[in-house]
């Protein structure tokens, strides 16, 4: 069973640039959850999605970033317009349907954001 | 505002050595707790989880404590050894089986040999 994968490990964009950021779950796994972790700071919260569904964004700028888990495929990451301040490594997370008492969350290997 | 906190940021221990690593959180009311490992460059790998209703879980060398009264957890790690150098990080759950985490900045822990 694999783990939670991320493509690309490392994205460089120039200013202006879109990024996408993907994200394939675990076999089973129908949750997902997206961090980032910009230098020197903690991993920070940035959406919930279950498919087809975004469950709670409250961790999500308000401009130039959104993201989607559609019926099929993986959960992807858009940022829009990419400025400096969005280099940062961002992590994917996945946990199963029957998250009874667990919510053990699975963490990919992340993807770098660069931007020139 | 729910906010975890790991401090030192840093800790350098020799080979052999057993240690602590704390976390504290500002709202008690959460729903479980988990330590991680980060190793440069790399995701992150689930150490140990407890729920609100435990004390302390334990794999291995390691062992996990909570006190939800008080607002803190503890990451035990017995006989230290070189490959357990890595950045520890422990996260919060605050609403229900599946929720986002609050993450502490996490501890770098390096073991000399």
């Known amino acids: 069973n694999a783990g939670v994968m991320q493509n690309p490990r490392h994205l460089v964009r120039r200013r202006g640039q879109e990024a996408r950021l993907r994200c394939s779950p675990m076999k089973g796994h129908s949750h997902v959850y997206w961090y980032r972790q910009l230098p020197e700071e903690g991993l920070k919260f940035m959406v919930y999605l279950q498919k087809e569904n975004i469950i709670d964004e409250s961790g999500m700028p308000k401009e130039r970033f959104s993201a989607e888990f559609p019926k099929e495929g993986p959960s992807i990451l858009r940022i829009q317009q990419v400025v400096r301040g969005d280099s940062a490594a961002y992590f994917c997370?996945?946990?199963?349907?029957?998250?009874?008492?667990?919510?053990?969350?699975?963490f990919g290997a992340g993807t770098r954001l660069s931007v020139l | 505002k729910q906010e975890v906190t790991q401090i030192p940021a840093a800790l350098s221990v020799p080979e052999g050595e057993n240690l602590v690593l704390n976390c504290s959180f500002t709202d008690s009311a959460i729903y479980n707790l988990q330590w991680f490992r980060q190793d440069p460059g790399k995701g992150l790998t689930s150490l140990l989880l407890i729920q609100s209703s435990q004390r302390e879980q334990t794999s291995g060398r390691l062992n996990a404590s909570l006190d939800k009264s008080s607002g803190r957890s503890t990451l035990y790690i017995a006989a230290s050894q070189p490959g357990d150098s890595a950045t520890y990080l422990c996260?919060?759950?605050?609403?229900?089986?599946?929720?986002?985490?609050?993450f502490g900045k996490g501890i770098t822990l390096s073991v000399r040999p």
């Open positions: 996260a919060v759950s605050y609403t229900g089986a599946n929720s986002k985490l609050t």
């Open positions: 997370a996945s946990s199963p349907i029957h998250g009874f008492g667990k919510n053990i969350q699975y």
